[in-house]
């Protein structure tokens, strides 16, 4: 076959007049600004589309005398002039004060994630962890805060869905050409492509980078598709979530080994590392060992300043979606990764199993990152509890409550997911702040003066937009499957924009249960087909390519859909992406969700439906669980969790029918003479005021700035003063407390010799302790109390920090306290000792904890 010789890429000859429209083309922040993709759309609505909405391949299709129109076109003309004035406030604006203001100048945080959804235009995401990584760096951007994102740059991306005649998902890969998007190779000084080298089975893999501009935040995109590299190093990223455990495996070594590299090859120092999911984990490792390389530290001084500044947040509740390696595979990877970092192999497996000392068990990559990290979080409150179920071995004799994994839940980029039309009611409304300050309570109470006419017929609107769309797609969808005129004819006029609309729209598992609505097809029917008070019901989503199970389902979602009596009521729309998305959130009425409880983590696709002024109808999981009201939507069950899960299954099937019947249906139909649901809309108002200032993006990037990334610089900076003079006396604390840990005992507890006692009464409190080699500031001694429930377990707990009282000589001291119950019940008392790390928050991440005993 004819190769090129020589490769190069041709950009389009732009007249003067629309020299401005080239930067507003290379930059994501248009994806966010509707005011953007009306321009772009201006230029030619119909490539616009067939593009995917990629602004940089559509200016490389348009015809020069396109362009020449363009350039005399003065509404044009003076629509981009305006557009571009208002990118260049908004590149040059000030980072915001308030949080930079308590900030280290030093202060730089690398996000890593495995994919990112941003636009449509970029399709190097599968789902909600990728769009949640997008609308993270958005908010970054608008916050204009020092982080920077590294993935990889997958040549094919995720795939497309396209099903059979029988509704049996297919895929297919298209090849994303990286030159025709927002994208630029990172280059050197000489102008030559910057590459990193890893090594990976002793071949010696080339890794360039595309840089990405989503506002003000880079994301750096990692690529091995070189000439230089062999076939198989080419591949690596090449296909995301694709190939085998070990194409897992090589993509993860080029993700956190190859991206730790590439941003010191740029000259970038981060301070603080978050990794989101455990895929990036391997960075860990590099970080260790360049720090032994470059600053000479010993090893356990590198463990303890990398565990100091990683951010590790999982986002995964069920444990067979975890990546897991065998020690056979692992071994041709990183045993000389091992000896770089002045350790042997196995002591390097150990850092990713539960049980340390298993050598049958595979290497985990959230156990890594979990013991390499100081700061760890779950994404919602209940998946954070669900998470220290998951991970209690890791820090033995801890109890749940106490370990280290809190949750900080996510949001959503309120300005990327809603429409034209509410963008607009906001700014009229609730003014700019809803914007800039989307996380303040007070910018939302005014949503109360938005008037009911406006707000309903702008939601109307909206769903009008989105049966319009489902006809377009339903029809393209069918013509492509070779549909006979008879069922075209029928998708040109599935659905109705005046009736109560459903949206089912997600990756489709077997735990999010999408079939849970066909439990009773008589129930289901009768409420599709009621002539007085319709329903309809959309459902999107792809299944992975290896789950045949979800494919089952959604074949049963299609030929459902394709009964007679039910066609023009309920559809289902191949290829789930980010257009789609956007239109289902913004069009529906009802957002549904039905995980088994706790299988969700978080969930934001109903985030983002709620900020459009739908109405949520869940299962309490994920985020539902912390932003359930009965005043602002529907909980399906109580939150209860069941072994038996057919039996679950029928029960939730009947309260969502329940719901439907006796609660949604009647309050949507309820009009007044003007044809207003002035109920439904008090529900829209308090939805809206209640939900959105919670959850979105900007607070969650807040709340990561402020309790994890801020006080991580902050300790790196006193650990690296003075030479490392903090940190090597930290780590030599630690080897100290680790030798003689098991040495210390707790003699002989003393208490008041009473069984009841009136609230606001001193309990007091003895202990004699032997320390050992250990001095007592080494140690906190704690009280350790708080109700027990019917099996005299703790249900909740509260402690009292013991004080020194006298040394008792032989290494033996006694502490006391007093304490001062504040309310009744039967209640339990012990006595805990913990390491006293000079840092709060690593007390319980070193795993030692000594109970007193009766």
Excluded at 26 to 44: D, Y
Excluded at 176 to 182: G, I, S
Excluded at 561 to 583: C, K, P, Q
Excluded at 718 to 732: P, V
């Amino acid at each position: 076959m004819t190769q090129p010789i020589r490769t190069l890429d041709v950009k389009p000859r732009l007249p003067d007049a629309l020299k401005e429209i080239l930067p507003l083309s290379e930059n994501l922040w248009f994806v966010w600004n509707h005011e953007a993709t009306k321009l772009f759309r201006w230029m030619n609505p119909d490539l616009w589309d067939e593009t995917r909405r990629n602004p940089v391949e559509l200016l490389g299709r348009l015809n020069q005398d396109e362009l020449k129109h363009l350039s005399e076109d003065e509404g044009f003309l003076a629509h981009m002039q305006r557009l571009y004035r208002e990118f260049q406030r908004y590149m040059s604006a000030r980072p915001n004060g308030s949080m930079l203001a308590k900030s280290d100048p030093k202060i730089l945080v690398a996000y890593f994630t495995a994919e990112c959804g941003v636009a449509d235009c970029l399709p190097i995401y599968s789902g909600g962890l990728g769009i949640l990584a997008g609308d993270y760096l958005k908010s970054t951007s608008d916050l204009h805060l020092p982080i920077i994102g590294v993935s990889l740059a997958y040549q094919k991306g995720y795939f497309r869905q396209y099903l059979t005649q029988d509704g049996w998902q297919m895929e297919t890969y298209p090849e994303n050409k990286f030159p025709t998007m927002p994208m630029k190779l990172v280059r050197g000084a000489d102008g030559t492509p910057l590459t990193v080298a890893v090594d990976l089975k002793g071949e010696n893999v080339q890794i360039q980078a595309w840089e990405v501009n989503i506002g003000t935040t880079r994301l750096y995109l990692l690529d091995t598709n070189l000439k230089s590299n062999s076939e198989p190093a080419r591949t690596i990223t090449s296909e995301l979530y694709g190939g085998d455990r070990e194409m897992r495996l090589r993509q993860e070594i080029i993700l956190g080994i190859g991206g730790v590299r590439f941003l010191e090859a740029m000259g970038l120092k981060p301070s603080v590392y978050h990794m989101n999911e455990g895929h990036s984990a391997f960075a860990v490792f590099e970080r260790i060992r360049q720090l032994r390389e470059e600053e000479g530290l010993s090893f356990n001084e590198a463990v303890e300043f990398v565990r100091t500044t990683s951010v590790f947040t999982t986002h995964t509740p069920v444990a067979a979606g975890i990546d897991r390696f065998h020690r056979d595979l692992m071994f041709p990877y990183f045993e000389s990764m091992a000896r770089s970092m002045g350790i042997s192999f196995d002591v390097l497996l150990a850092f990713g199993r539960e049980e340390p000392r298993n050598s049958e068990e595979e290497f985990c990559m959230t156990v890594l990152p979990m013991r390499l990290s100081l700061w760890i979080n779950g994404v919602s409150r209940l998946h954070a509890e669900i998470s220290r179920k998951m991970w209690k071995k890791i820090w033995p004799n801890t109890p749940e409550a106490d370990l280290p994994i809190v949750h900080i839940t996510n949001g959503v980029h309120i300005p990327s997911w809603i429409s034209w039309g509410m963008g607009e009611i906001y700014d009229r409304y609730l003014g700019p702040r809803w914007i800039e300050d989307p996380d303040n309570v007070k910018v939302w109470e005014r949503v109360g003066t938005i008037p009911d006419t406006e707000l309903w017929r702008t939601h109307e609107r909206a769903r009008e937009r989105l049966v319009s769309f489902t006809r377009k797609r339903l029809t393209r969808q069918l013509a492509k499957r070779g549909a006979s005129s008879r069922e075209l004819a029928i998708a040109n006029d599935v659905l109705n924009s005046e009736i109560l609309t459903i949206g089912f729209a997600r990756r489709f598992a077997l735990y999010k249960r999408a079939n849970l609505i066909l439990r009773d097809m008589d129930r289901l029917e009768a409420l599709l087909t009621n002539e007085k008070y319709p329903v309809q019901i959309i459902f999107a989503g792809k299944a992975h390519p290896q789950d045949q199970m979800a494919k089952d389902i959604i074949k049963q979602l299609v030929q459902t859909a394709r009964r007679e009596n039910l066609r023009r009521r309920m559809v289902f729309l191949e290829d789930y992406d980010m257009e789609l998305a956007s239109y289902m959130v913004q069009g529906v009425d009802i957002w549904l969700n039905t995980p088994r409880r706790p299988l969700e983590a978080c969930g934001t696709s109903g985030m983002k439906a709620v900020a459009n002024g739908a109405l949520h109808l869940s299962v309490l999981d994920g985020w539902w669980d912390e932003g359930y009201d009965r005043e602002i939507g529907w909980a399906i069950g109580g939150g209860e969790e069941y072994q038996d899960h057919d039996f679950q299954d029928e029960v939730e099937s009947r309260a969502l029918y329940d719901i439907l019947e006796k609660d949604i249906i009647p309050l949507f139909y309820d009009r007044g003479p003007d044809g207003l649901p002035r109920g439904w809309l008090g529900m829209m108002k308090a939805s809206l005021h209640k939900l959105c200032p919670l959850f979105n993006t900007h607070r969650m990037v807040e709340e990561y700035w402020n309790r994890f990334y801020l006080p991580a610089t902050r300790q790196a900076s006193h650990l690296m003063a003075d030479g490392w003079k903090a940190l090597k006396e930290l780590a030599a604390w630690r080897e100290k407390i680790m030798y003689n840990w098991e040495k210390i005992a707790i003699k002989d507890i003393r208490t008041d010799e009473v069984v009841e006692i009136k609230i606001g009464t001193a309990y007091h409190m003895e202990a004699d302790i032997f320390l050992g080699e250990l001095l007592p500031e080494d140690v906190m001694v704690e009280a350790y109390y708080g109700r027990l429930g019917p099996d005299d377990k703790f249900v909740d707990r509260a402690t009292q920090v013991m004080q020194k009282a006298e040394d008792l000589g032989g290494q033996t001291y006694k502490y006391q306290c007093d304490i001062q119950f504040q309310e009744s019940g039967h209640f339990g008392l012990t006595i805990r000792l913990t390491p006293n790390h000079p840092n709060p928050e690593s007390r319980h991440s070193m795993g030692l904890v000594i109970w007193g005993k009766s």
